[in-house]
């Protein structure tokens, strides 16, 4: 790799500016992301869709695709690791990649590393690094370590735009739905989802994570391609790297001349220089005494005004300095223990993959046990159905046909002590004689009040309120055990004689 082919300016970036500048590269090459990235999933979530709805399970394929994701992020990562050289590979030239590209790390991030939440900032570790063991672990904490947690909220701000995007997919639907159905649109759609949606439903589901996954997911790869430039710049310092060269360059073109010239002028002189040396100047330098002989004066004024100088404090080389000393006498360095970084490092690791074995045994007893609380899960967010009970046939009982002289009877039955049943015998007469002159169909067991209704099409004034002094009285007799009065009887029972024609 060479540092001086980046596209972009190399410079330490705050964390949240290393992800800007990700998304600000997959602004630039949108196209060749999202192409092949089309291209790859759309067969993929068509196959799943179809093989979950053989199976009844379409649920199932949106956990795949979900499941799966690692897998498309490395479309968005190829381009962007080619792009940011200046160079945007075509959509086949991507797809065809895919084949071998960070193959020999899939496994981890389809199995432990599924859920690790910095997967955008370490999968270009793995994939484009092409380390292995110890080196690929080392490199993870390197640049993993300062960057962890904002890749941690990257991908949890993710997932919430993913969620925002589908259900904001599914409320659209309701915006082409006038406002005056509206109430009767959703509470239809409640009803769907509470008495178990069907399959078109999980198929639009589906589909609308799909598009909130297609949206999300480059923007996703690229934060977590922009932190992981933005960590090897810190650490690998590229941006000093690329700062020696250009001043290297500039100051090659700029001083290649004179230097030639001093070079050539310093090997023209170098033997001149040389013969000119004598053999006498490895000795003493000369004093005072032997420069100046007899003609040197003793001047003790400059003397004392030296020493005067060195006193003054400002110009003098004395100073106070005052610090503080402990008084215990420093106690002798303890004998360094064994050195246990080793067994720390195995512990940890182990810790770290009883861990993952746990996860791992924890998932597998939830798909295992799946079968039995799934049904009971599904059961509590929807109305159980209830088993339709075969329905009971039971034969009515006929009613009793009206004799034909109604009034007789009626009459005797008062008399004999029966006035309940004589004034039932009334009502129902008057029932039937109503139905016939209005021209009503009464339906079986049809109640006061239906009867009273019908009988607003008598064509008679006295014969819609003579039927409604007969059920009065009736209802009177029925509910509250009122009876009439002897008189209060047989002039009713005059009135019905004489109004729904009953003979004599």
């Given at each position: 790799?060479r ?9 330490p970036r705050s ?6 500048l990700?998304?600000a ?13 089309l291209?790859a999933t759309?067969p993929?979530f068509?196959?799943l869709?179809a093989?979950?709805w053989?199976?009844d399970?379409?649920?199932l ?6 499941w799966l ?5 490395r479309?968005?990562?190829?381009v962007?690791s080619?792009g ?10 991507t797809l065809r990649?895919?084949v071998?590209?960070g ?7 389809l ?14 570790v793995?994939v ?10 080392m490199r ?8 962890y947690a ?5 991908t949890?701000t ?7 995007l589908a259900l904001g ?9 006038p406002?005056?159905?509206?109430p009767?649109?959703?509470?239809s759609f ?5 008495g178990?949606?069907p399959?078109?439903?999980l198929?639009?589901?589906n589909l609308?994570f ?5 949206v999300?997911g ?11 430039l933005n960590?090897?710049t810190?650490t690998?310092?590229w ?12 100051l090659?073109a700029?001083?290649?001349a004179?230097?030639a010239?001093?070079?050539l002028?310093?090997t ?9 040396q ?5 000795a003493?330098?000369?004093?005072l ?5 007899p003609?040197?004066a ?24 005052v610090?503080?000393k402990?008084?215990?006498?420093e106690?002798?360095?303890r004998r360094?223990?064994p050195?246990?970084?080793a067994?720390?490092?195995?512990l940890s690791l182990l ?6 074995i746990l996860?791992?045994?924890?998932l ?13 899960l ?8 209830t088993?339709?009970t ?14 034909d002289?109604i009034a007789?009877v ?11 049943d ?12 109503m139905?016939?002159?209005a ?8 109640t006061?009040?239906q009867?009273l209704?019908?009988?607003r099409r ?5 014969a ?13 007799a ?27």
């Open positions: 790799m540092p001086e082919d980046l596209d972009v300016a190399l410079r964390s949240w500016e290393a992800m800007e990700g998304t590269l997959l602004r630039r090459h949108a196209g060749a992301v999202w192409q092949p990235w291209l759309l993929v068509a196959l869709n093989a979950a053989m199976l399970r379409l649920w394929a949106m956990v795949l695709m979900w994701k690692p897998l498309f992020e479309i968005p990562l190829y962007l080619r940011v050289f200046g160079r945007t590979p075509p959509a086949w030239e990649a895919q071998a590209f193959r020999g790390a899939m496994p981890g991030y199995l432990w590393r599924r859920l690790s939440p910095a997967r955008s900032l370490l999968l270009p793995d484009l690094e092409g380390t292995a063991g110890t080196q690929r672990w993870r904490r390197v640049v993993g370590g300062p960057a904002q890749a941690a909220l990257l949890w993710c997932w919430l735009f993913e969620l925002a997919a599914v409320a659209a639907v309701f915006v082409a739905v406002a005056e159905l509206l009767a649109s959703l509470r409640w009803a769907l989802l509470y178990g949606p399959p078109w439903l198929l639009g589901f609308a799909w598009l909130a996954m297609s999300i480059p923007f996703y790869t690229a934060a977590g391609f922009g932190l992981y960590r090897r810190e690998e310092a941006d000093v790297e690329l700062a020696f060269r250009r001043l290297r360059e500039r090659l700029q001083a290649a004179p230097l010239v001093a070079l002028a310093c023209l002189l170098l033997p001149w220089s040389a013969y000119a004598e053999p006498g100047d490895d003493e330098p000369a004093t005494e032997q420069v100046f002989g003609r040197l003793d001047d003790a004024g400059f003397r004392e005004a030296a020493a005067r100088a060195y006193r003054d404090p400002p110009l003098g080389g004395e100073r106070t300095l610090e503080w402990p008084k215990a006498k106690r002798p360095q360094p223990g050195d246990l970084s067994l720390a490092a195995l810790a770290e993959w009883g861990l993952w996860a791992g045994v924890l597998l007893a939830v798909v295992l046990t799946a079968p039995r609380w799934l049904p009971w599904r059961g509590s967010l929807r109305r159980r159905r088993v339709p075969p329905v009971a046939t039971v034969v009515l009982a006929e009613p009793e046909p009206l004799p002289d007789s009626a009459r005797r039955l008062w008399q004999d002590g029966r006035q309940r004589a004034l039932a015998l009334l009502y129902r007469g008057s029932v039937e004689a139905s016939l002159q021209g009503v169909e009464l339906p079986p067991g049809a006061e009040a009867c209704r019908a009988a008598l064509p008679l004034d006295a819609r309120e003579l039927f409604a002094g007969v059920v009065r009285v009736w209802q009177y029925a509910y509250a055990g009122r009876l009439p009065e002897q008189d209060e009887f047989e002039s009713l029972l005059d009135a019905a004689r004489v109004q729904w024609g009953w003979s004599r």
